[in-house]
Structures are given as structure tokens and as C-alpha cells.
């Protein structure tokens, strides 16, 4: 009866490593097995990782029930430090939301990378999904630091790095992404430690 469960797991172990996005979920806890250890290796304290989270939903939450389908917005807040992508149809809409977000509890600072014009297209978004992916399992493979101590947004093929870092992750992080295949720019929007 063992053997019928070694065959399948043994195949899952081998096949793993050709899906890099998959072994990415995998690895950073993001599938849900490895959270607590991926939480525990986080420089964010739990509270903290917890809070960053509430920031995101509230954020959603707010701009959806202000701007409806009208927007595409992306948040994503590390160490309460919370970034915007994703494009809006005028300079207004940009400016609502950045203050729908600062307000919300415990936001420590916005970097509004909003674009003003259309929404972006699926093939777009597919190709920035395929990007992170390349530079996180990048970041694996160059072994140079913590992988979940530098967070991956792409938007327009743009990288945008967060994390609380020091100056060496973050010149390793940043070289990373630069030399990735279809990173149009890289923009760092990190805490430094010593």
C-alpha cells in the first residue's frame, strides 16, 4: 500500500522544479503548507505581516466601493509601507485613491506608481505574472539572500522591489531583476537595515 503513494510523490518531487511557479508557492509558504515557516523567516514581525495584509483589504475595499470597475489598482503595502500600480482614467482618480489609501489605519507611507490611461490588457498582465515568476525563481536560483525578504510586483513589464533590506540584498535583488528577460525598468521602494 505504501508503494501506490511513493510513486506519485516521488514524480511530483522530480516534475517540481520545471514548474518554477508552482515550486515558487511552494517554497515561500504561499500554498499554505510553509506559511508559518515563511512568516517566521519574514523580517516583518507577525503582527506586522498580519497588518500588511488588513492594509491591502481595506485599501481594495475603499477604491473599489469609490471608483466600482472604472480602475485598475493594485496594493500592496510591506512593513505598512504600501505601493500603487495599475492605471486610472484621469489624474484625479490617482489623487482620490493615494488619499482613500493614506488613510487608511497604520499606513506609514504611499508610493502612488499609478499610470493615468487605459486598463491594462490580459496579455499584459499575463506577461507581468510570467515576469515575477522569472525574477523570484531568479532570486532562489542566485541564492544571495532570503528570498521572502524582497516582495515582486510587476506592472507595464516594470519591477517594482519592496522589502526590509540590506544595502547588498538589495544590490543583489535589483541586479537580479535588471538582467531578467523582460524587465523594462527596476524601481526600489526598500527599507534599509545595517
Do not use: W
Not at 81 to 104: C, W, Y
Not at 115 to 133: E, H, K, M, Q, Y
Amino acid at each position: 500500500m505504501q508503494n501506490l503513494y511513493r510513486k506519485p510523490t516521488l514524480l511530483l518531487l522530480l516534475l517540481l522544479p520545471f514548474f518554477s511557479g508552482c515550486a515558487l508557492l511552494v517554497a515561500t509558504g504561499v500554498a499554505g503548507v510553509g506559511t508559518g515557516v515563511a512568516v517566521s523567516q519574514d523580517r516583518r514581525t507577525g503582527g506586522m505581516f498580519v497588518e500588511d495584509q488588513g492594509i491591502e483589504l481595506k485599501s481594495d475595499r475603499r477604491i473599489s466601493e469609490k471608483m466600482g470597475s472604472n480602475v485598475h489598482v493594485n496594493v500592496t503595502s510591506f512593513n505598512r509601507n504600501v505601493l500603487l500600480t495599475g492605471e486610472v482614467p484621469s489624474e484625479s482618480a490617482k489623487k482620490e485613491i493615494e488619499q482613500l489609501v493614506r488613510d487608511v489605519d497604520h499606513v506609514r507611507a504611499v508610493t502612488n506608481e499609478i499610470t493615468v490611461g487605459p486598463a491594462s490588457s490580459f496579455t499584459s498582465r499575463s506577461n507581468d505574472a510570467l515576469i515575477t515568476s522569472k525574477v523570484k525563481g531568479r532570486f532562489m536560483d542566485g541564492g544571495r539572500f532570503q528570498i521572502n525578504h524582497v516582495k515582486v510586483v510587476t506592472e507595464d513589464s516594470v519591477v517594482y522591489l519592496l522589502g526590509i533590506v540590506t544595502v547588498d540584498e538589495a544590490g543583489s535583488a535589483v541586479d537580479i531583476a535588471r538582467s531578467t528577460s523582460g524587465v523594462r525598468k527596476v524601481v526600489k521602494v526598500f527599507e534599509y537595515i545595517n
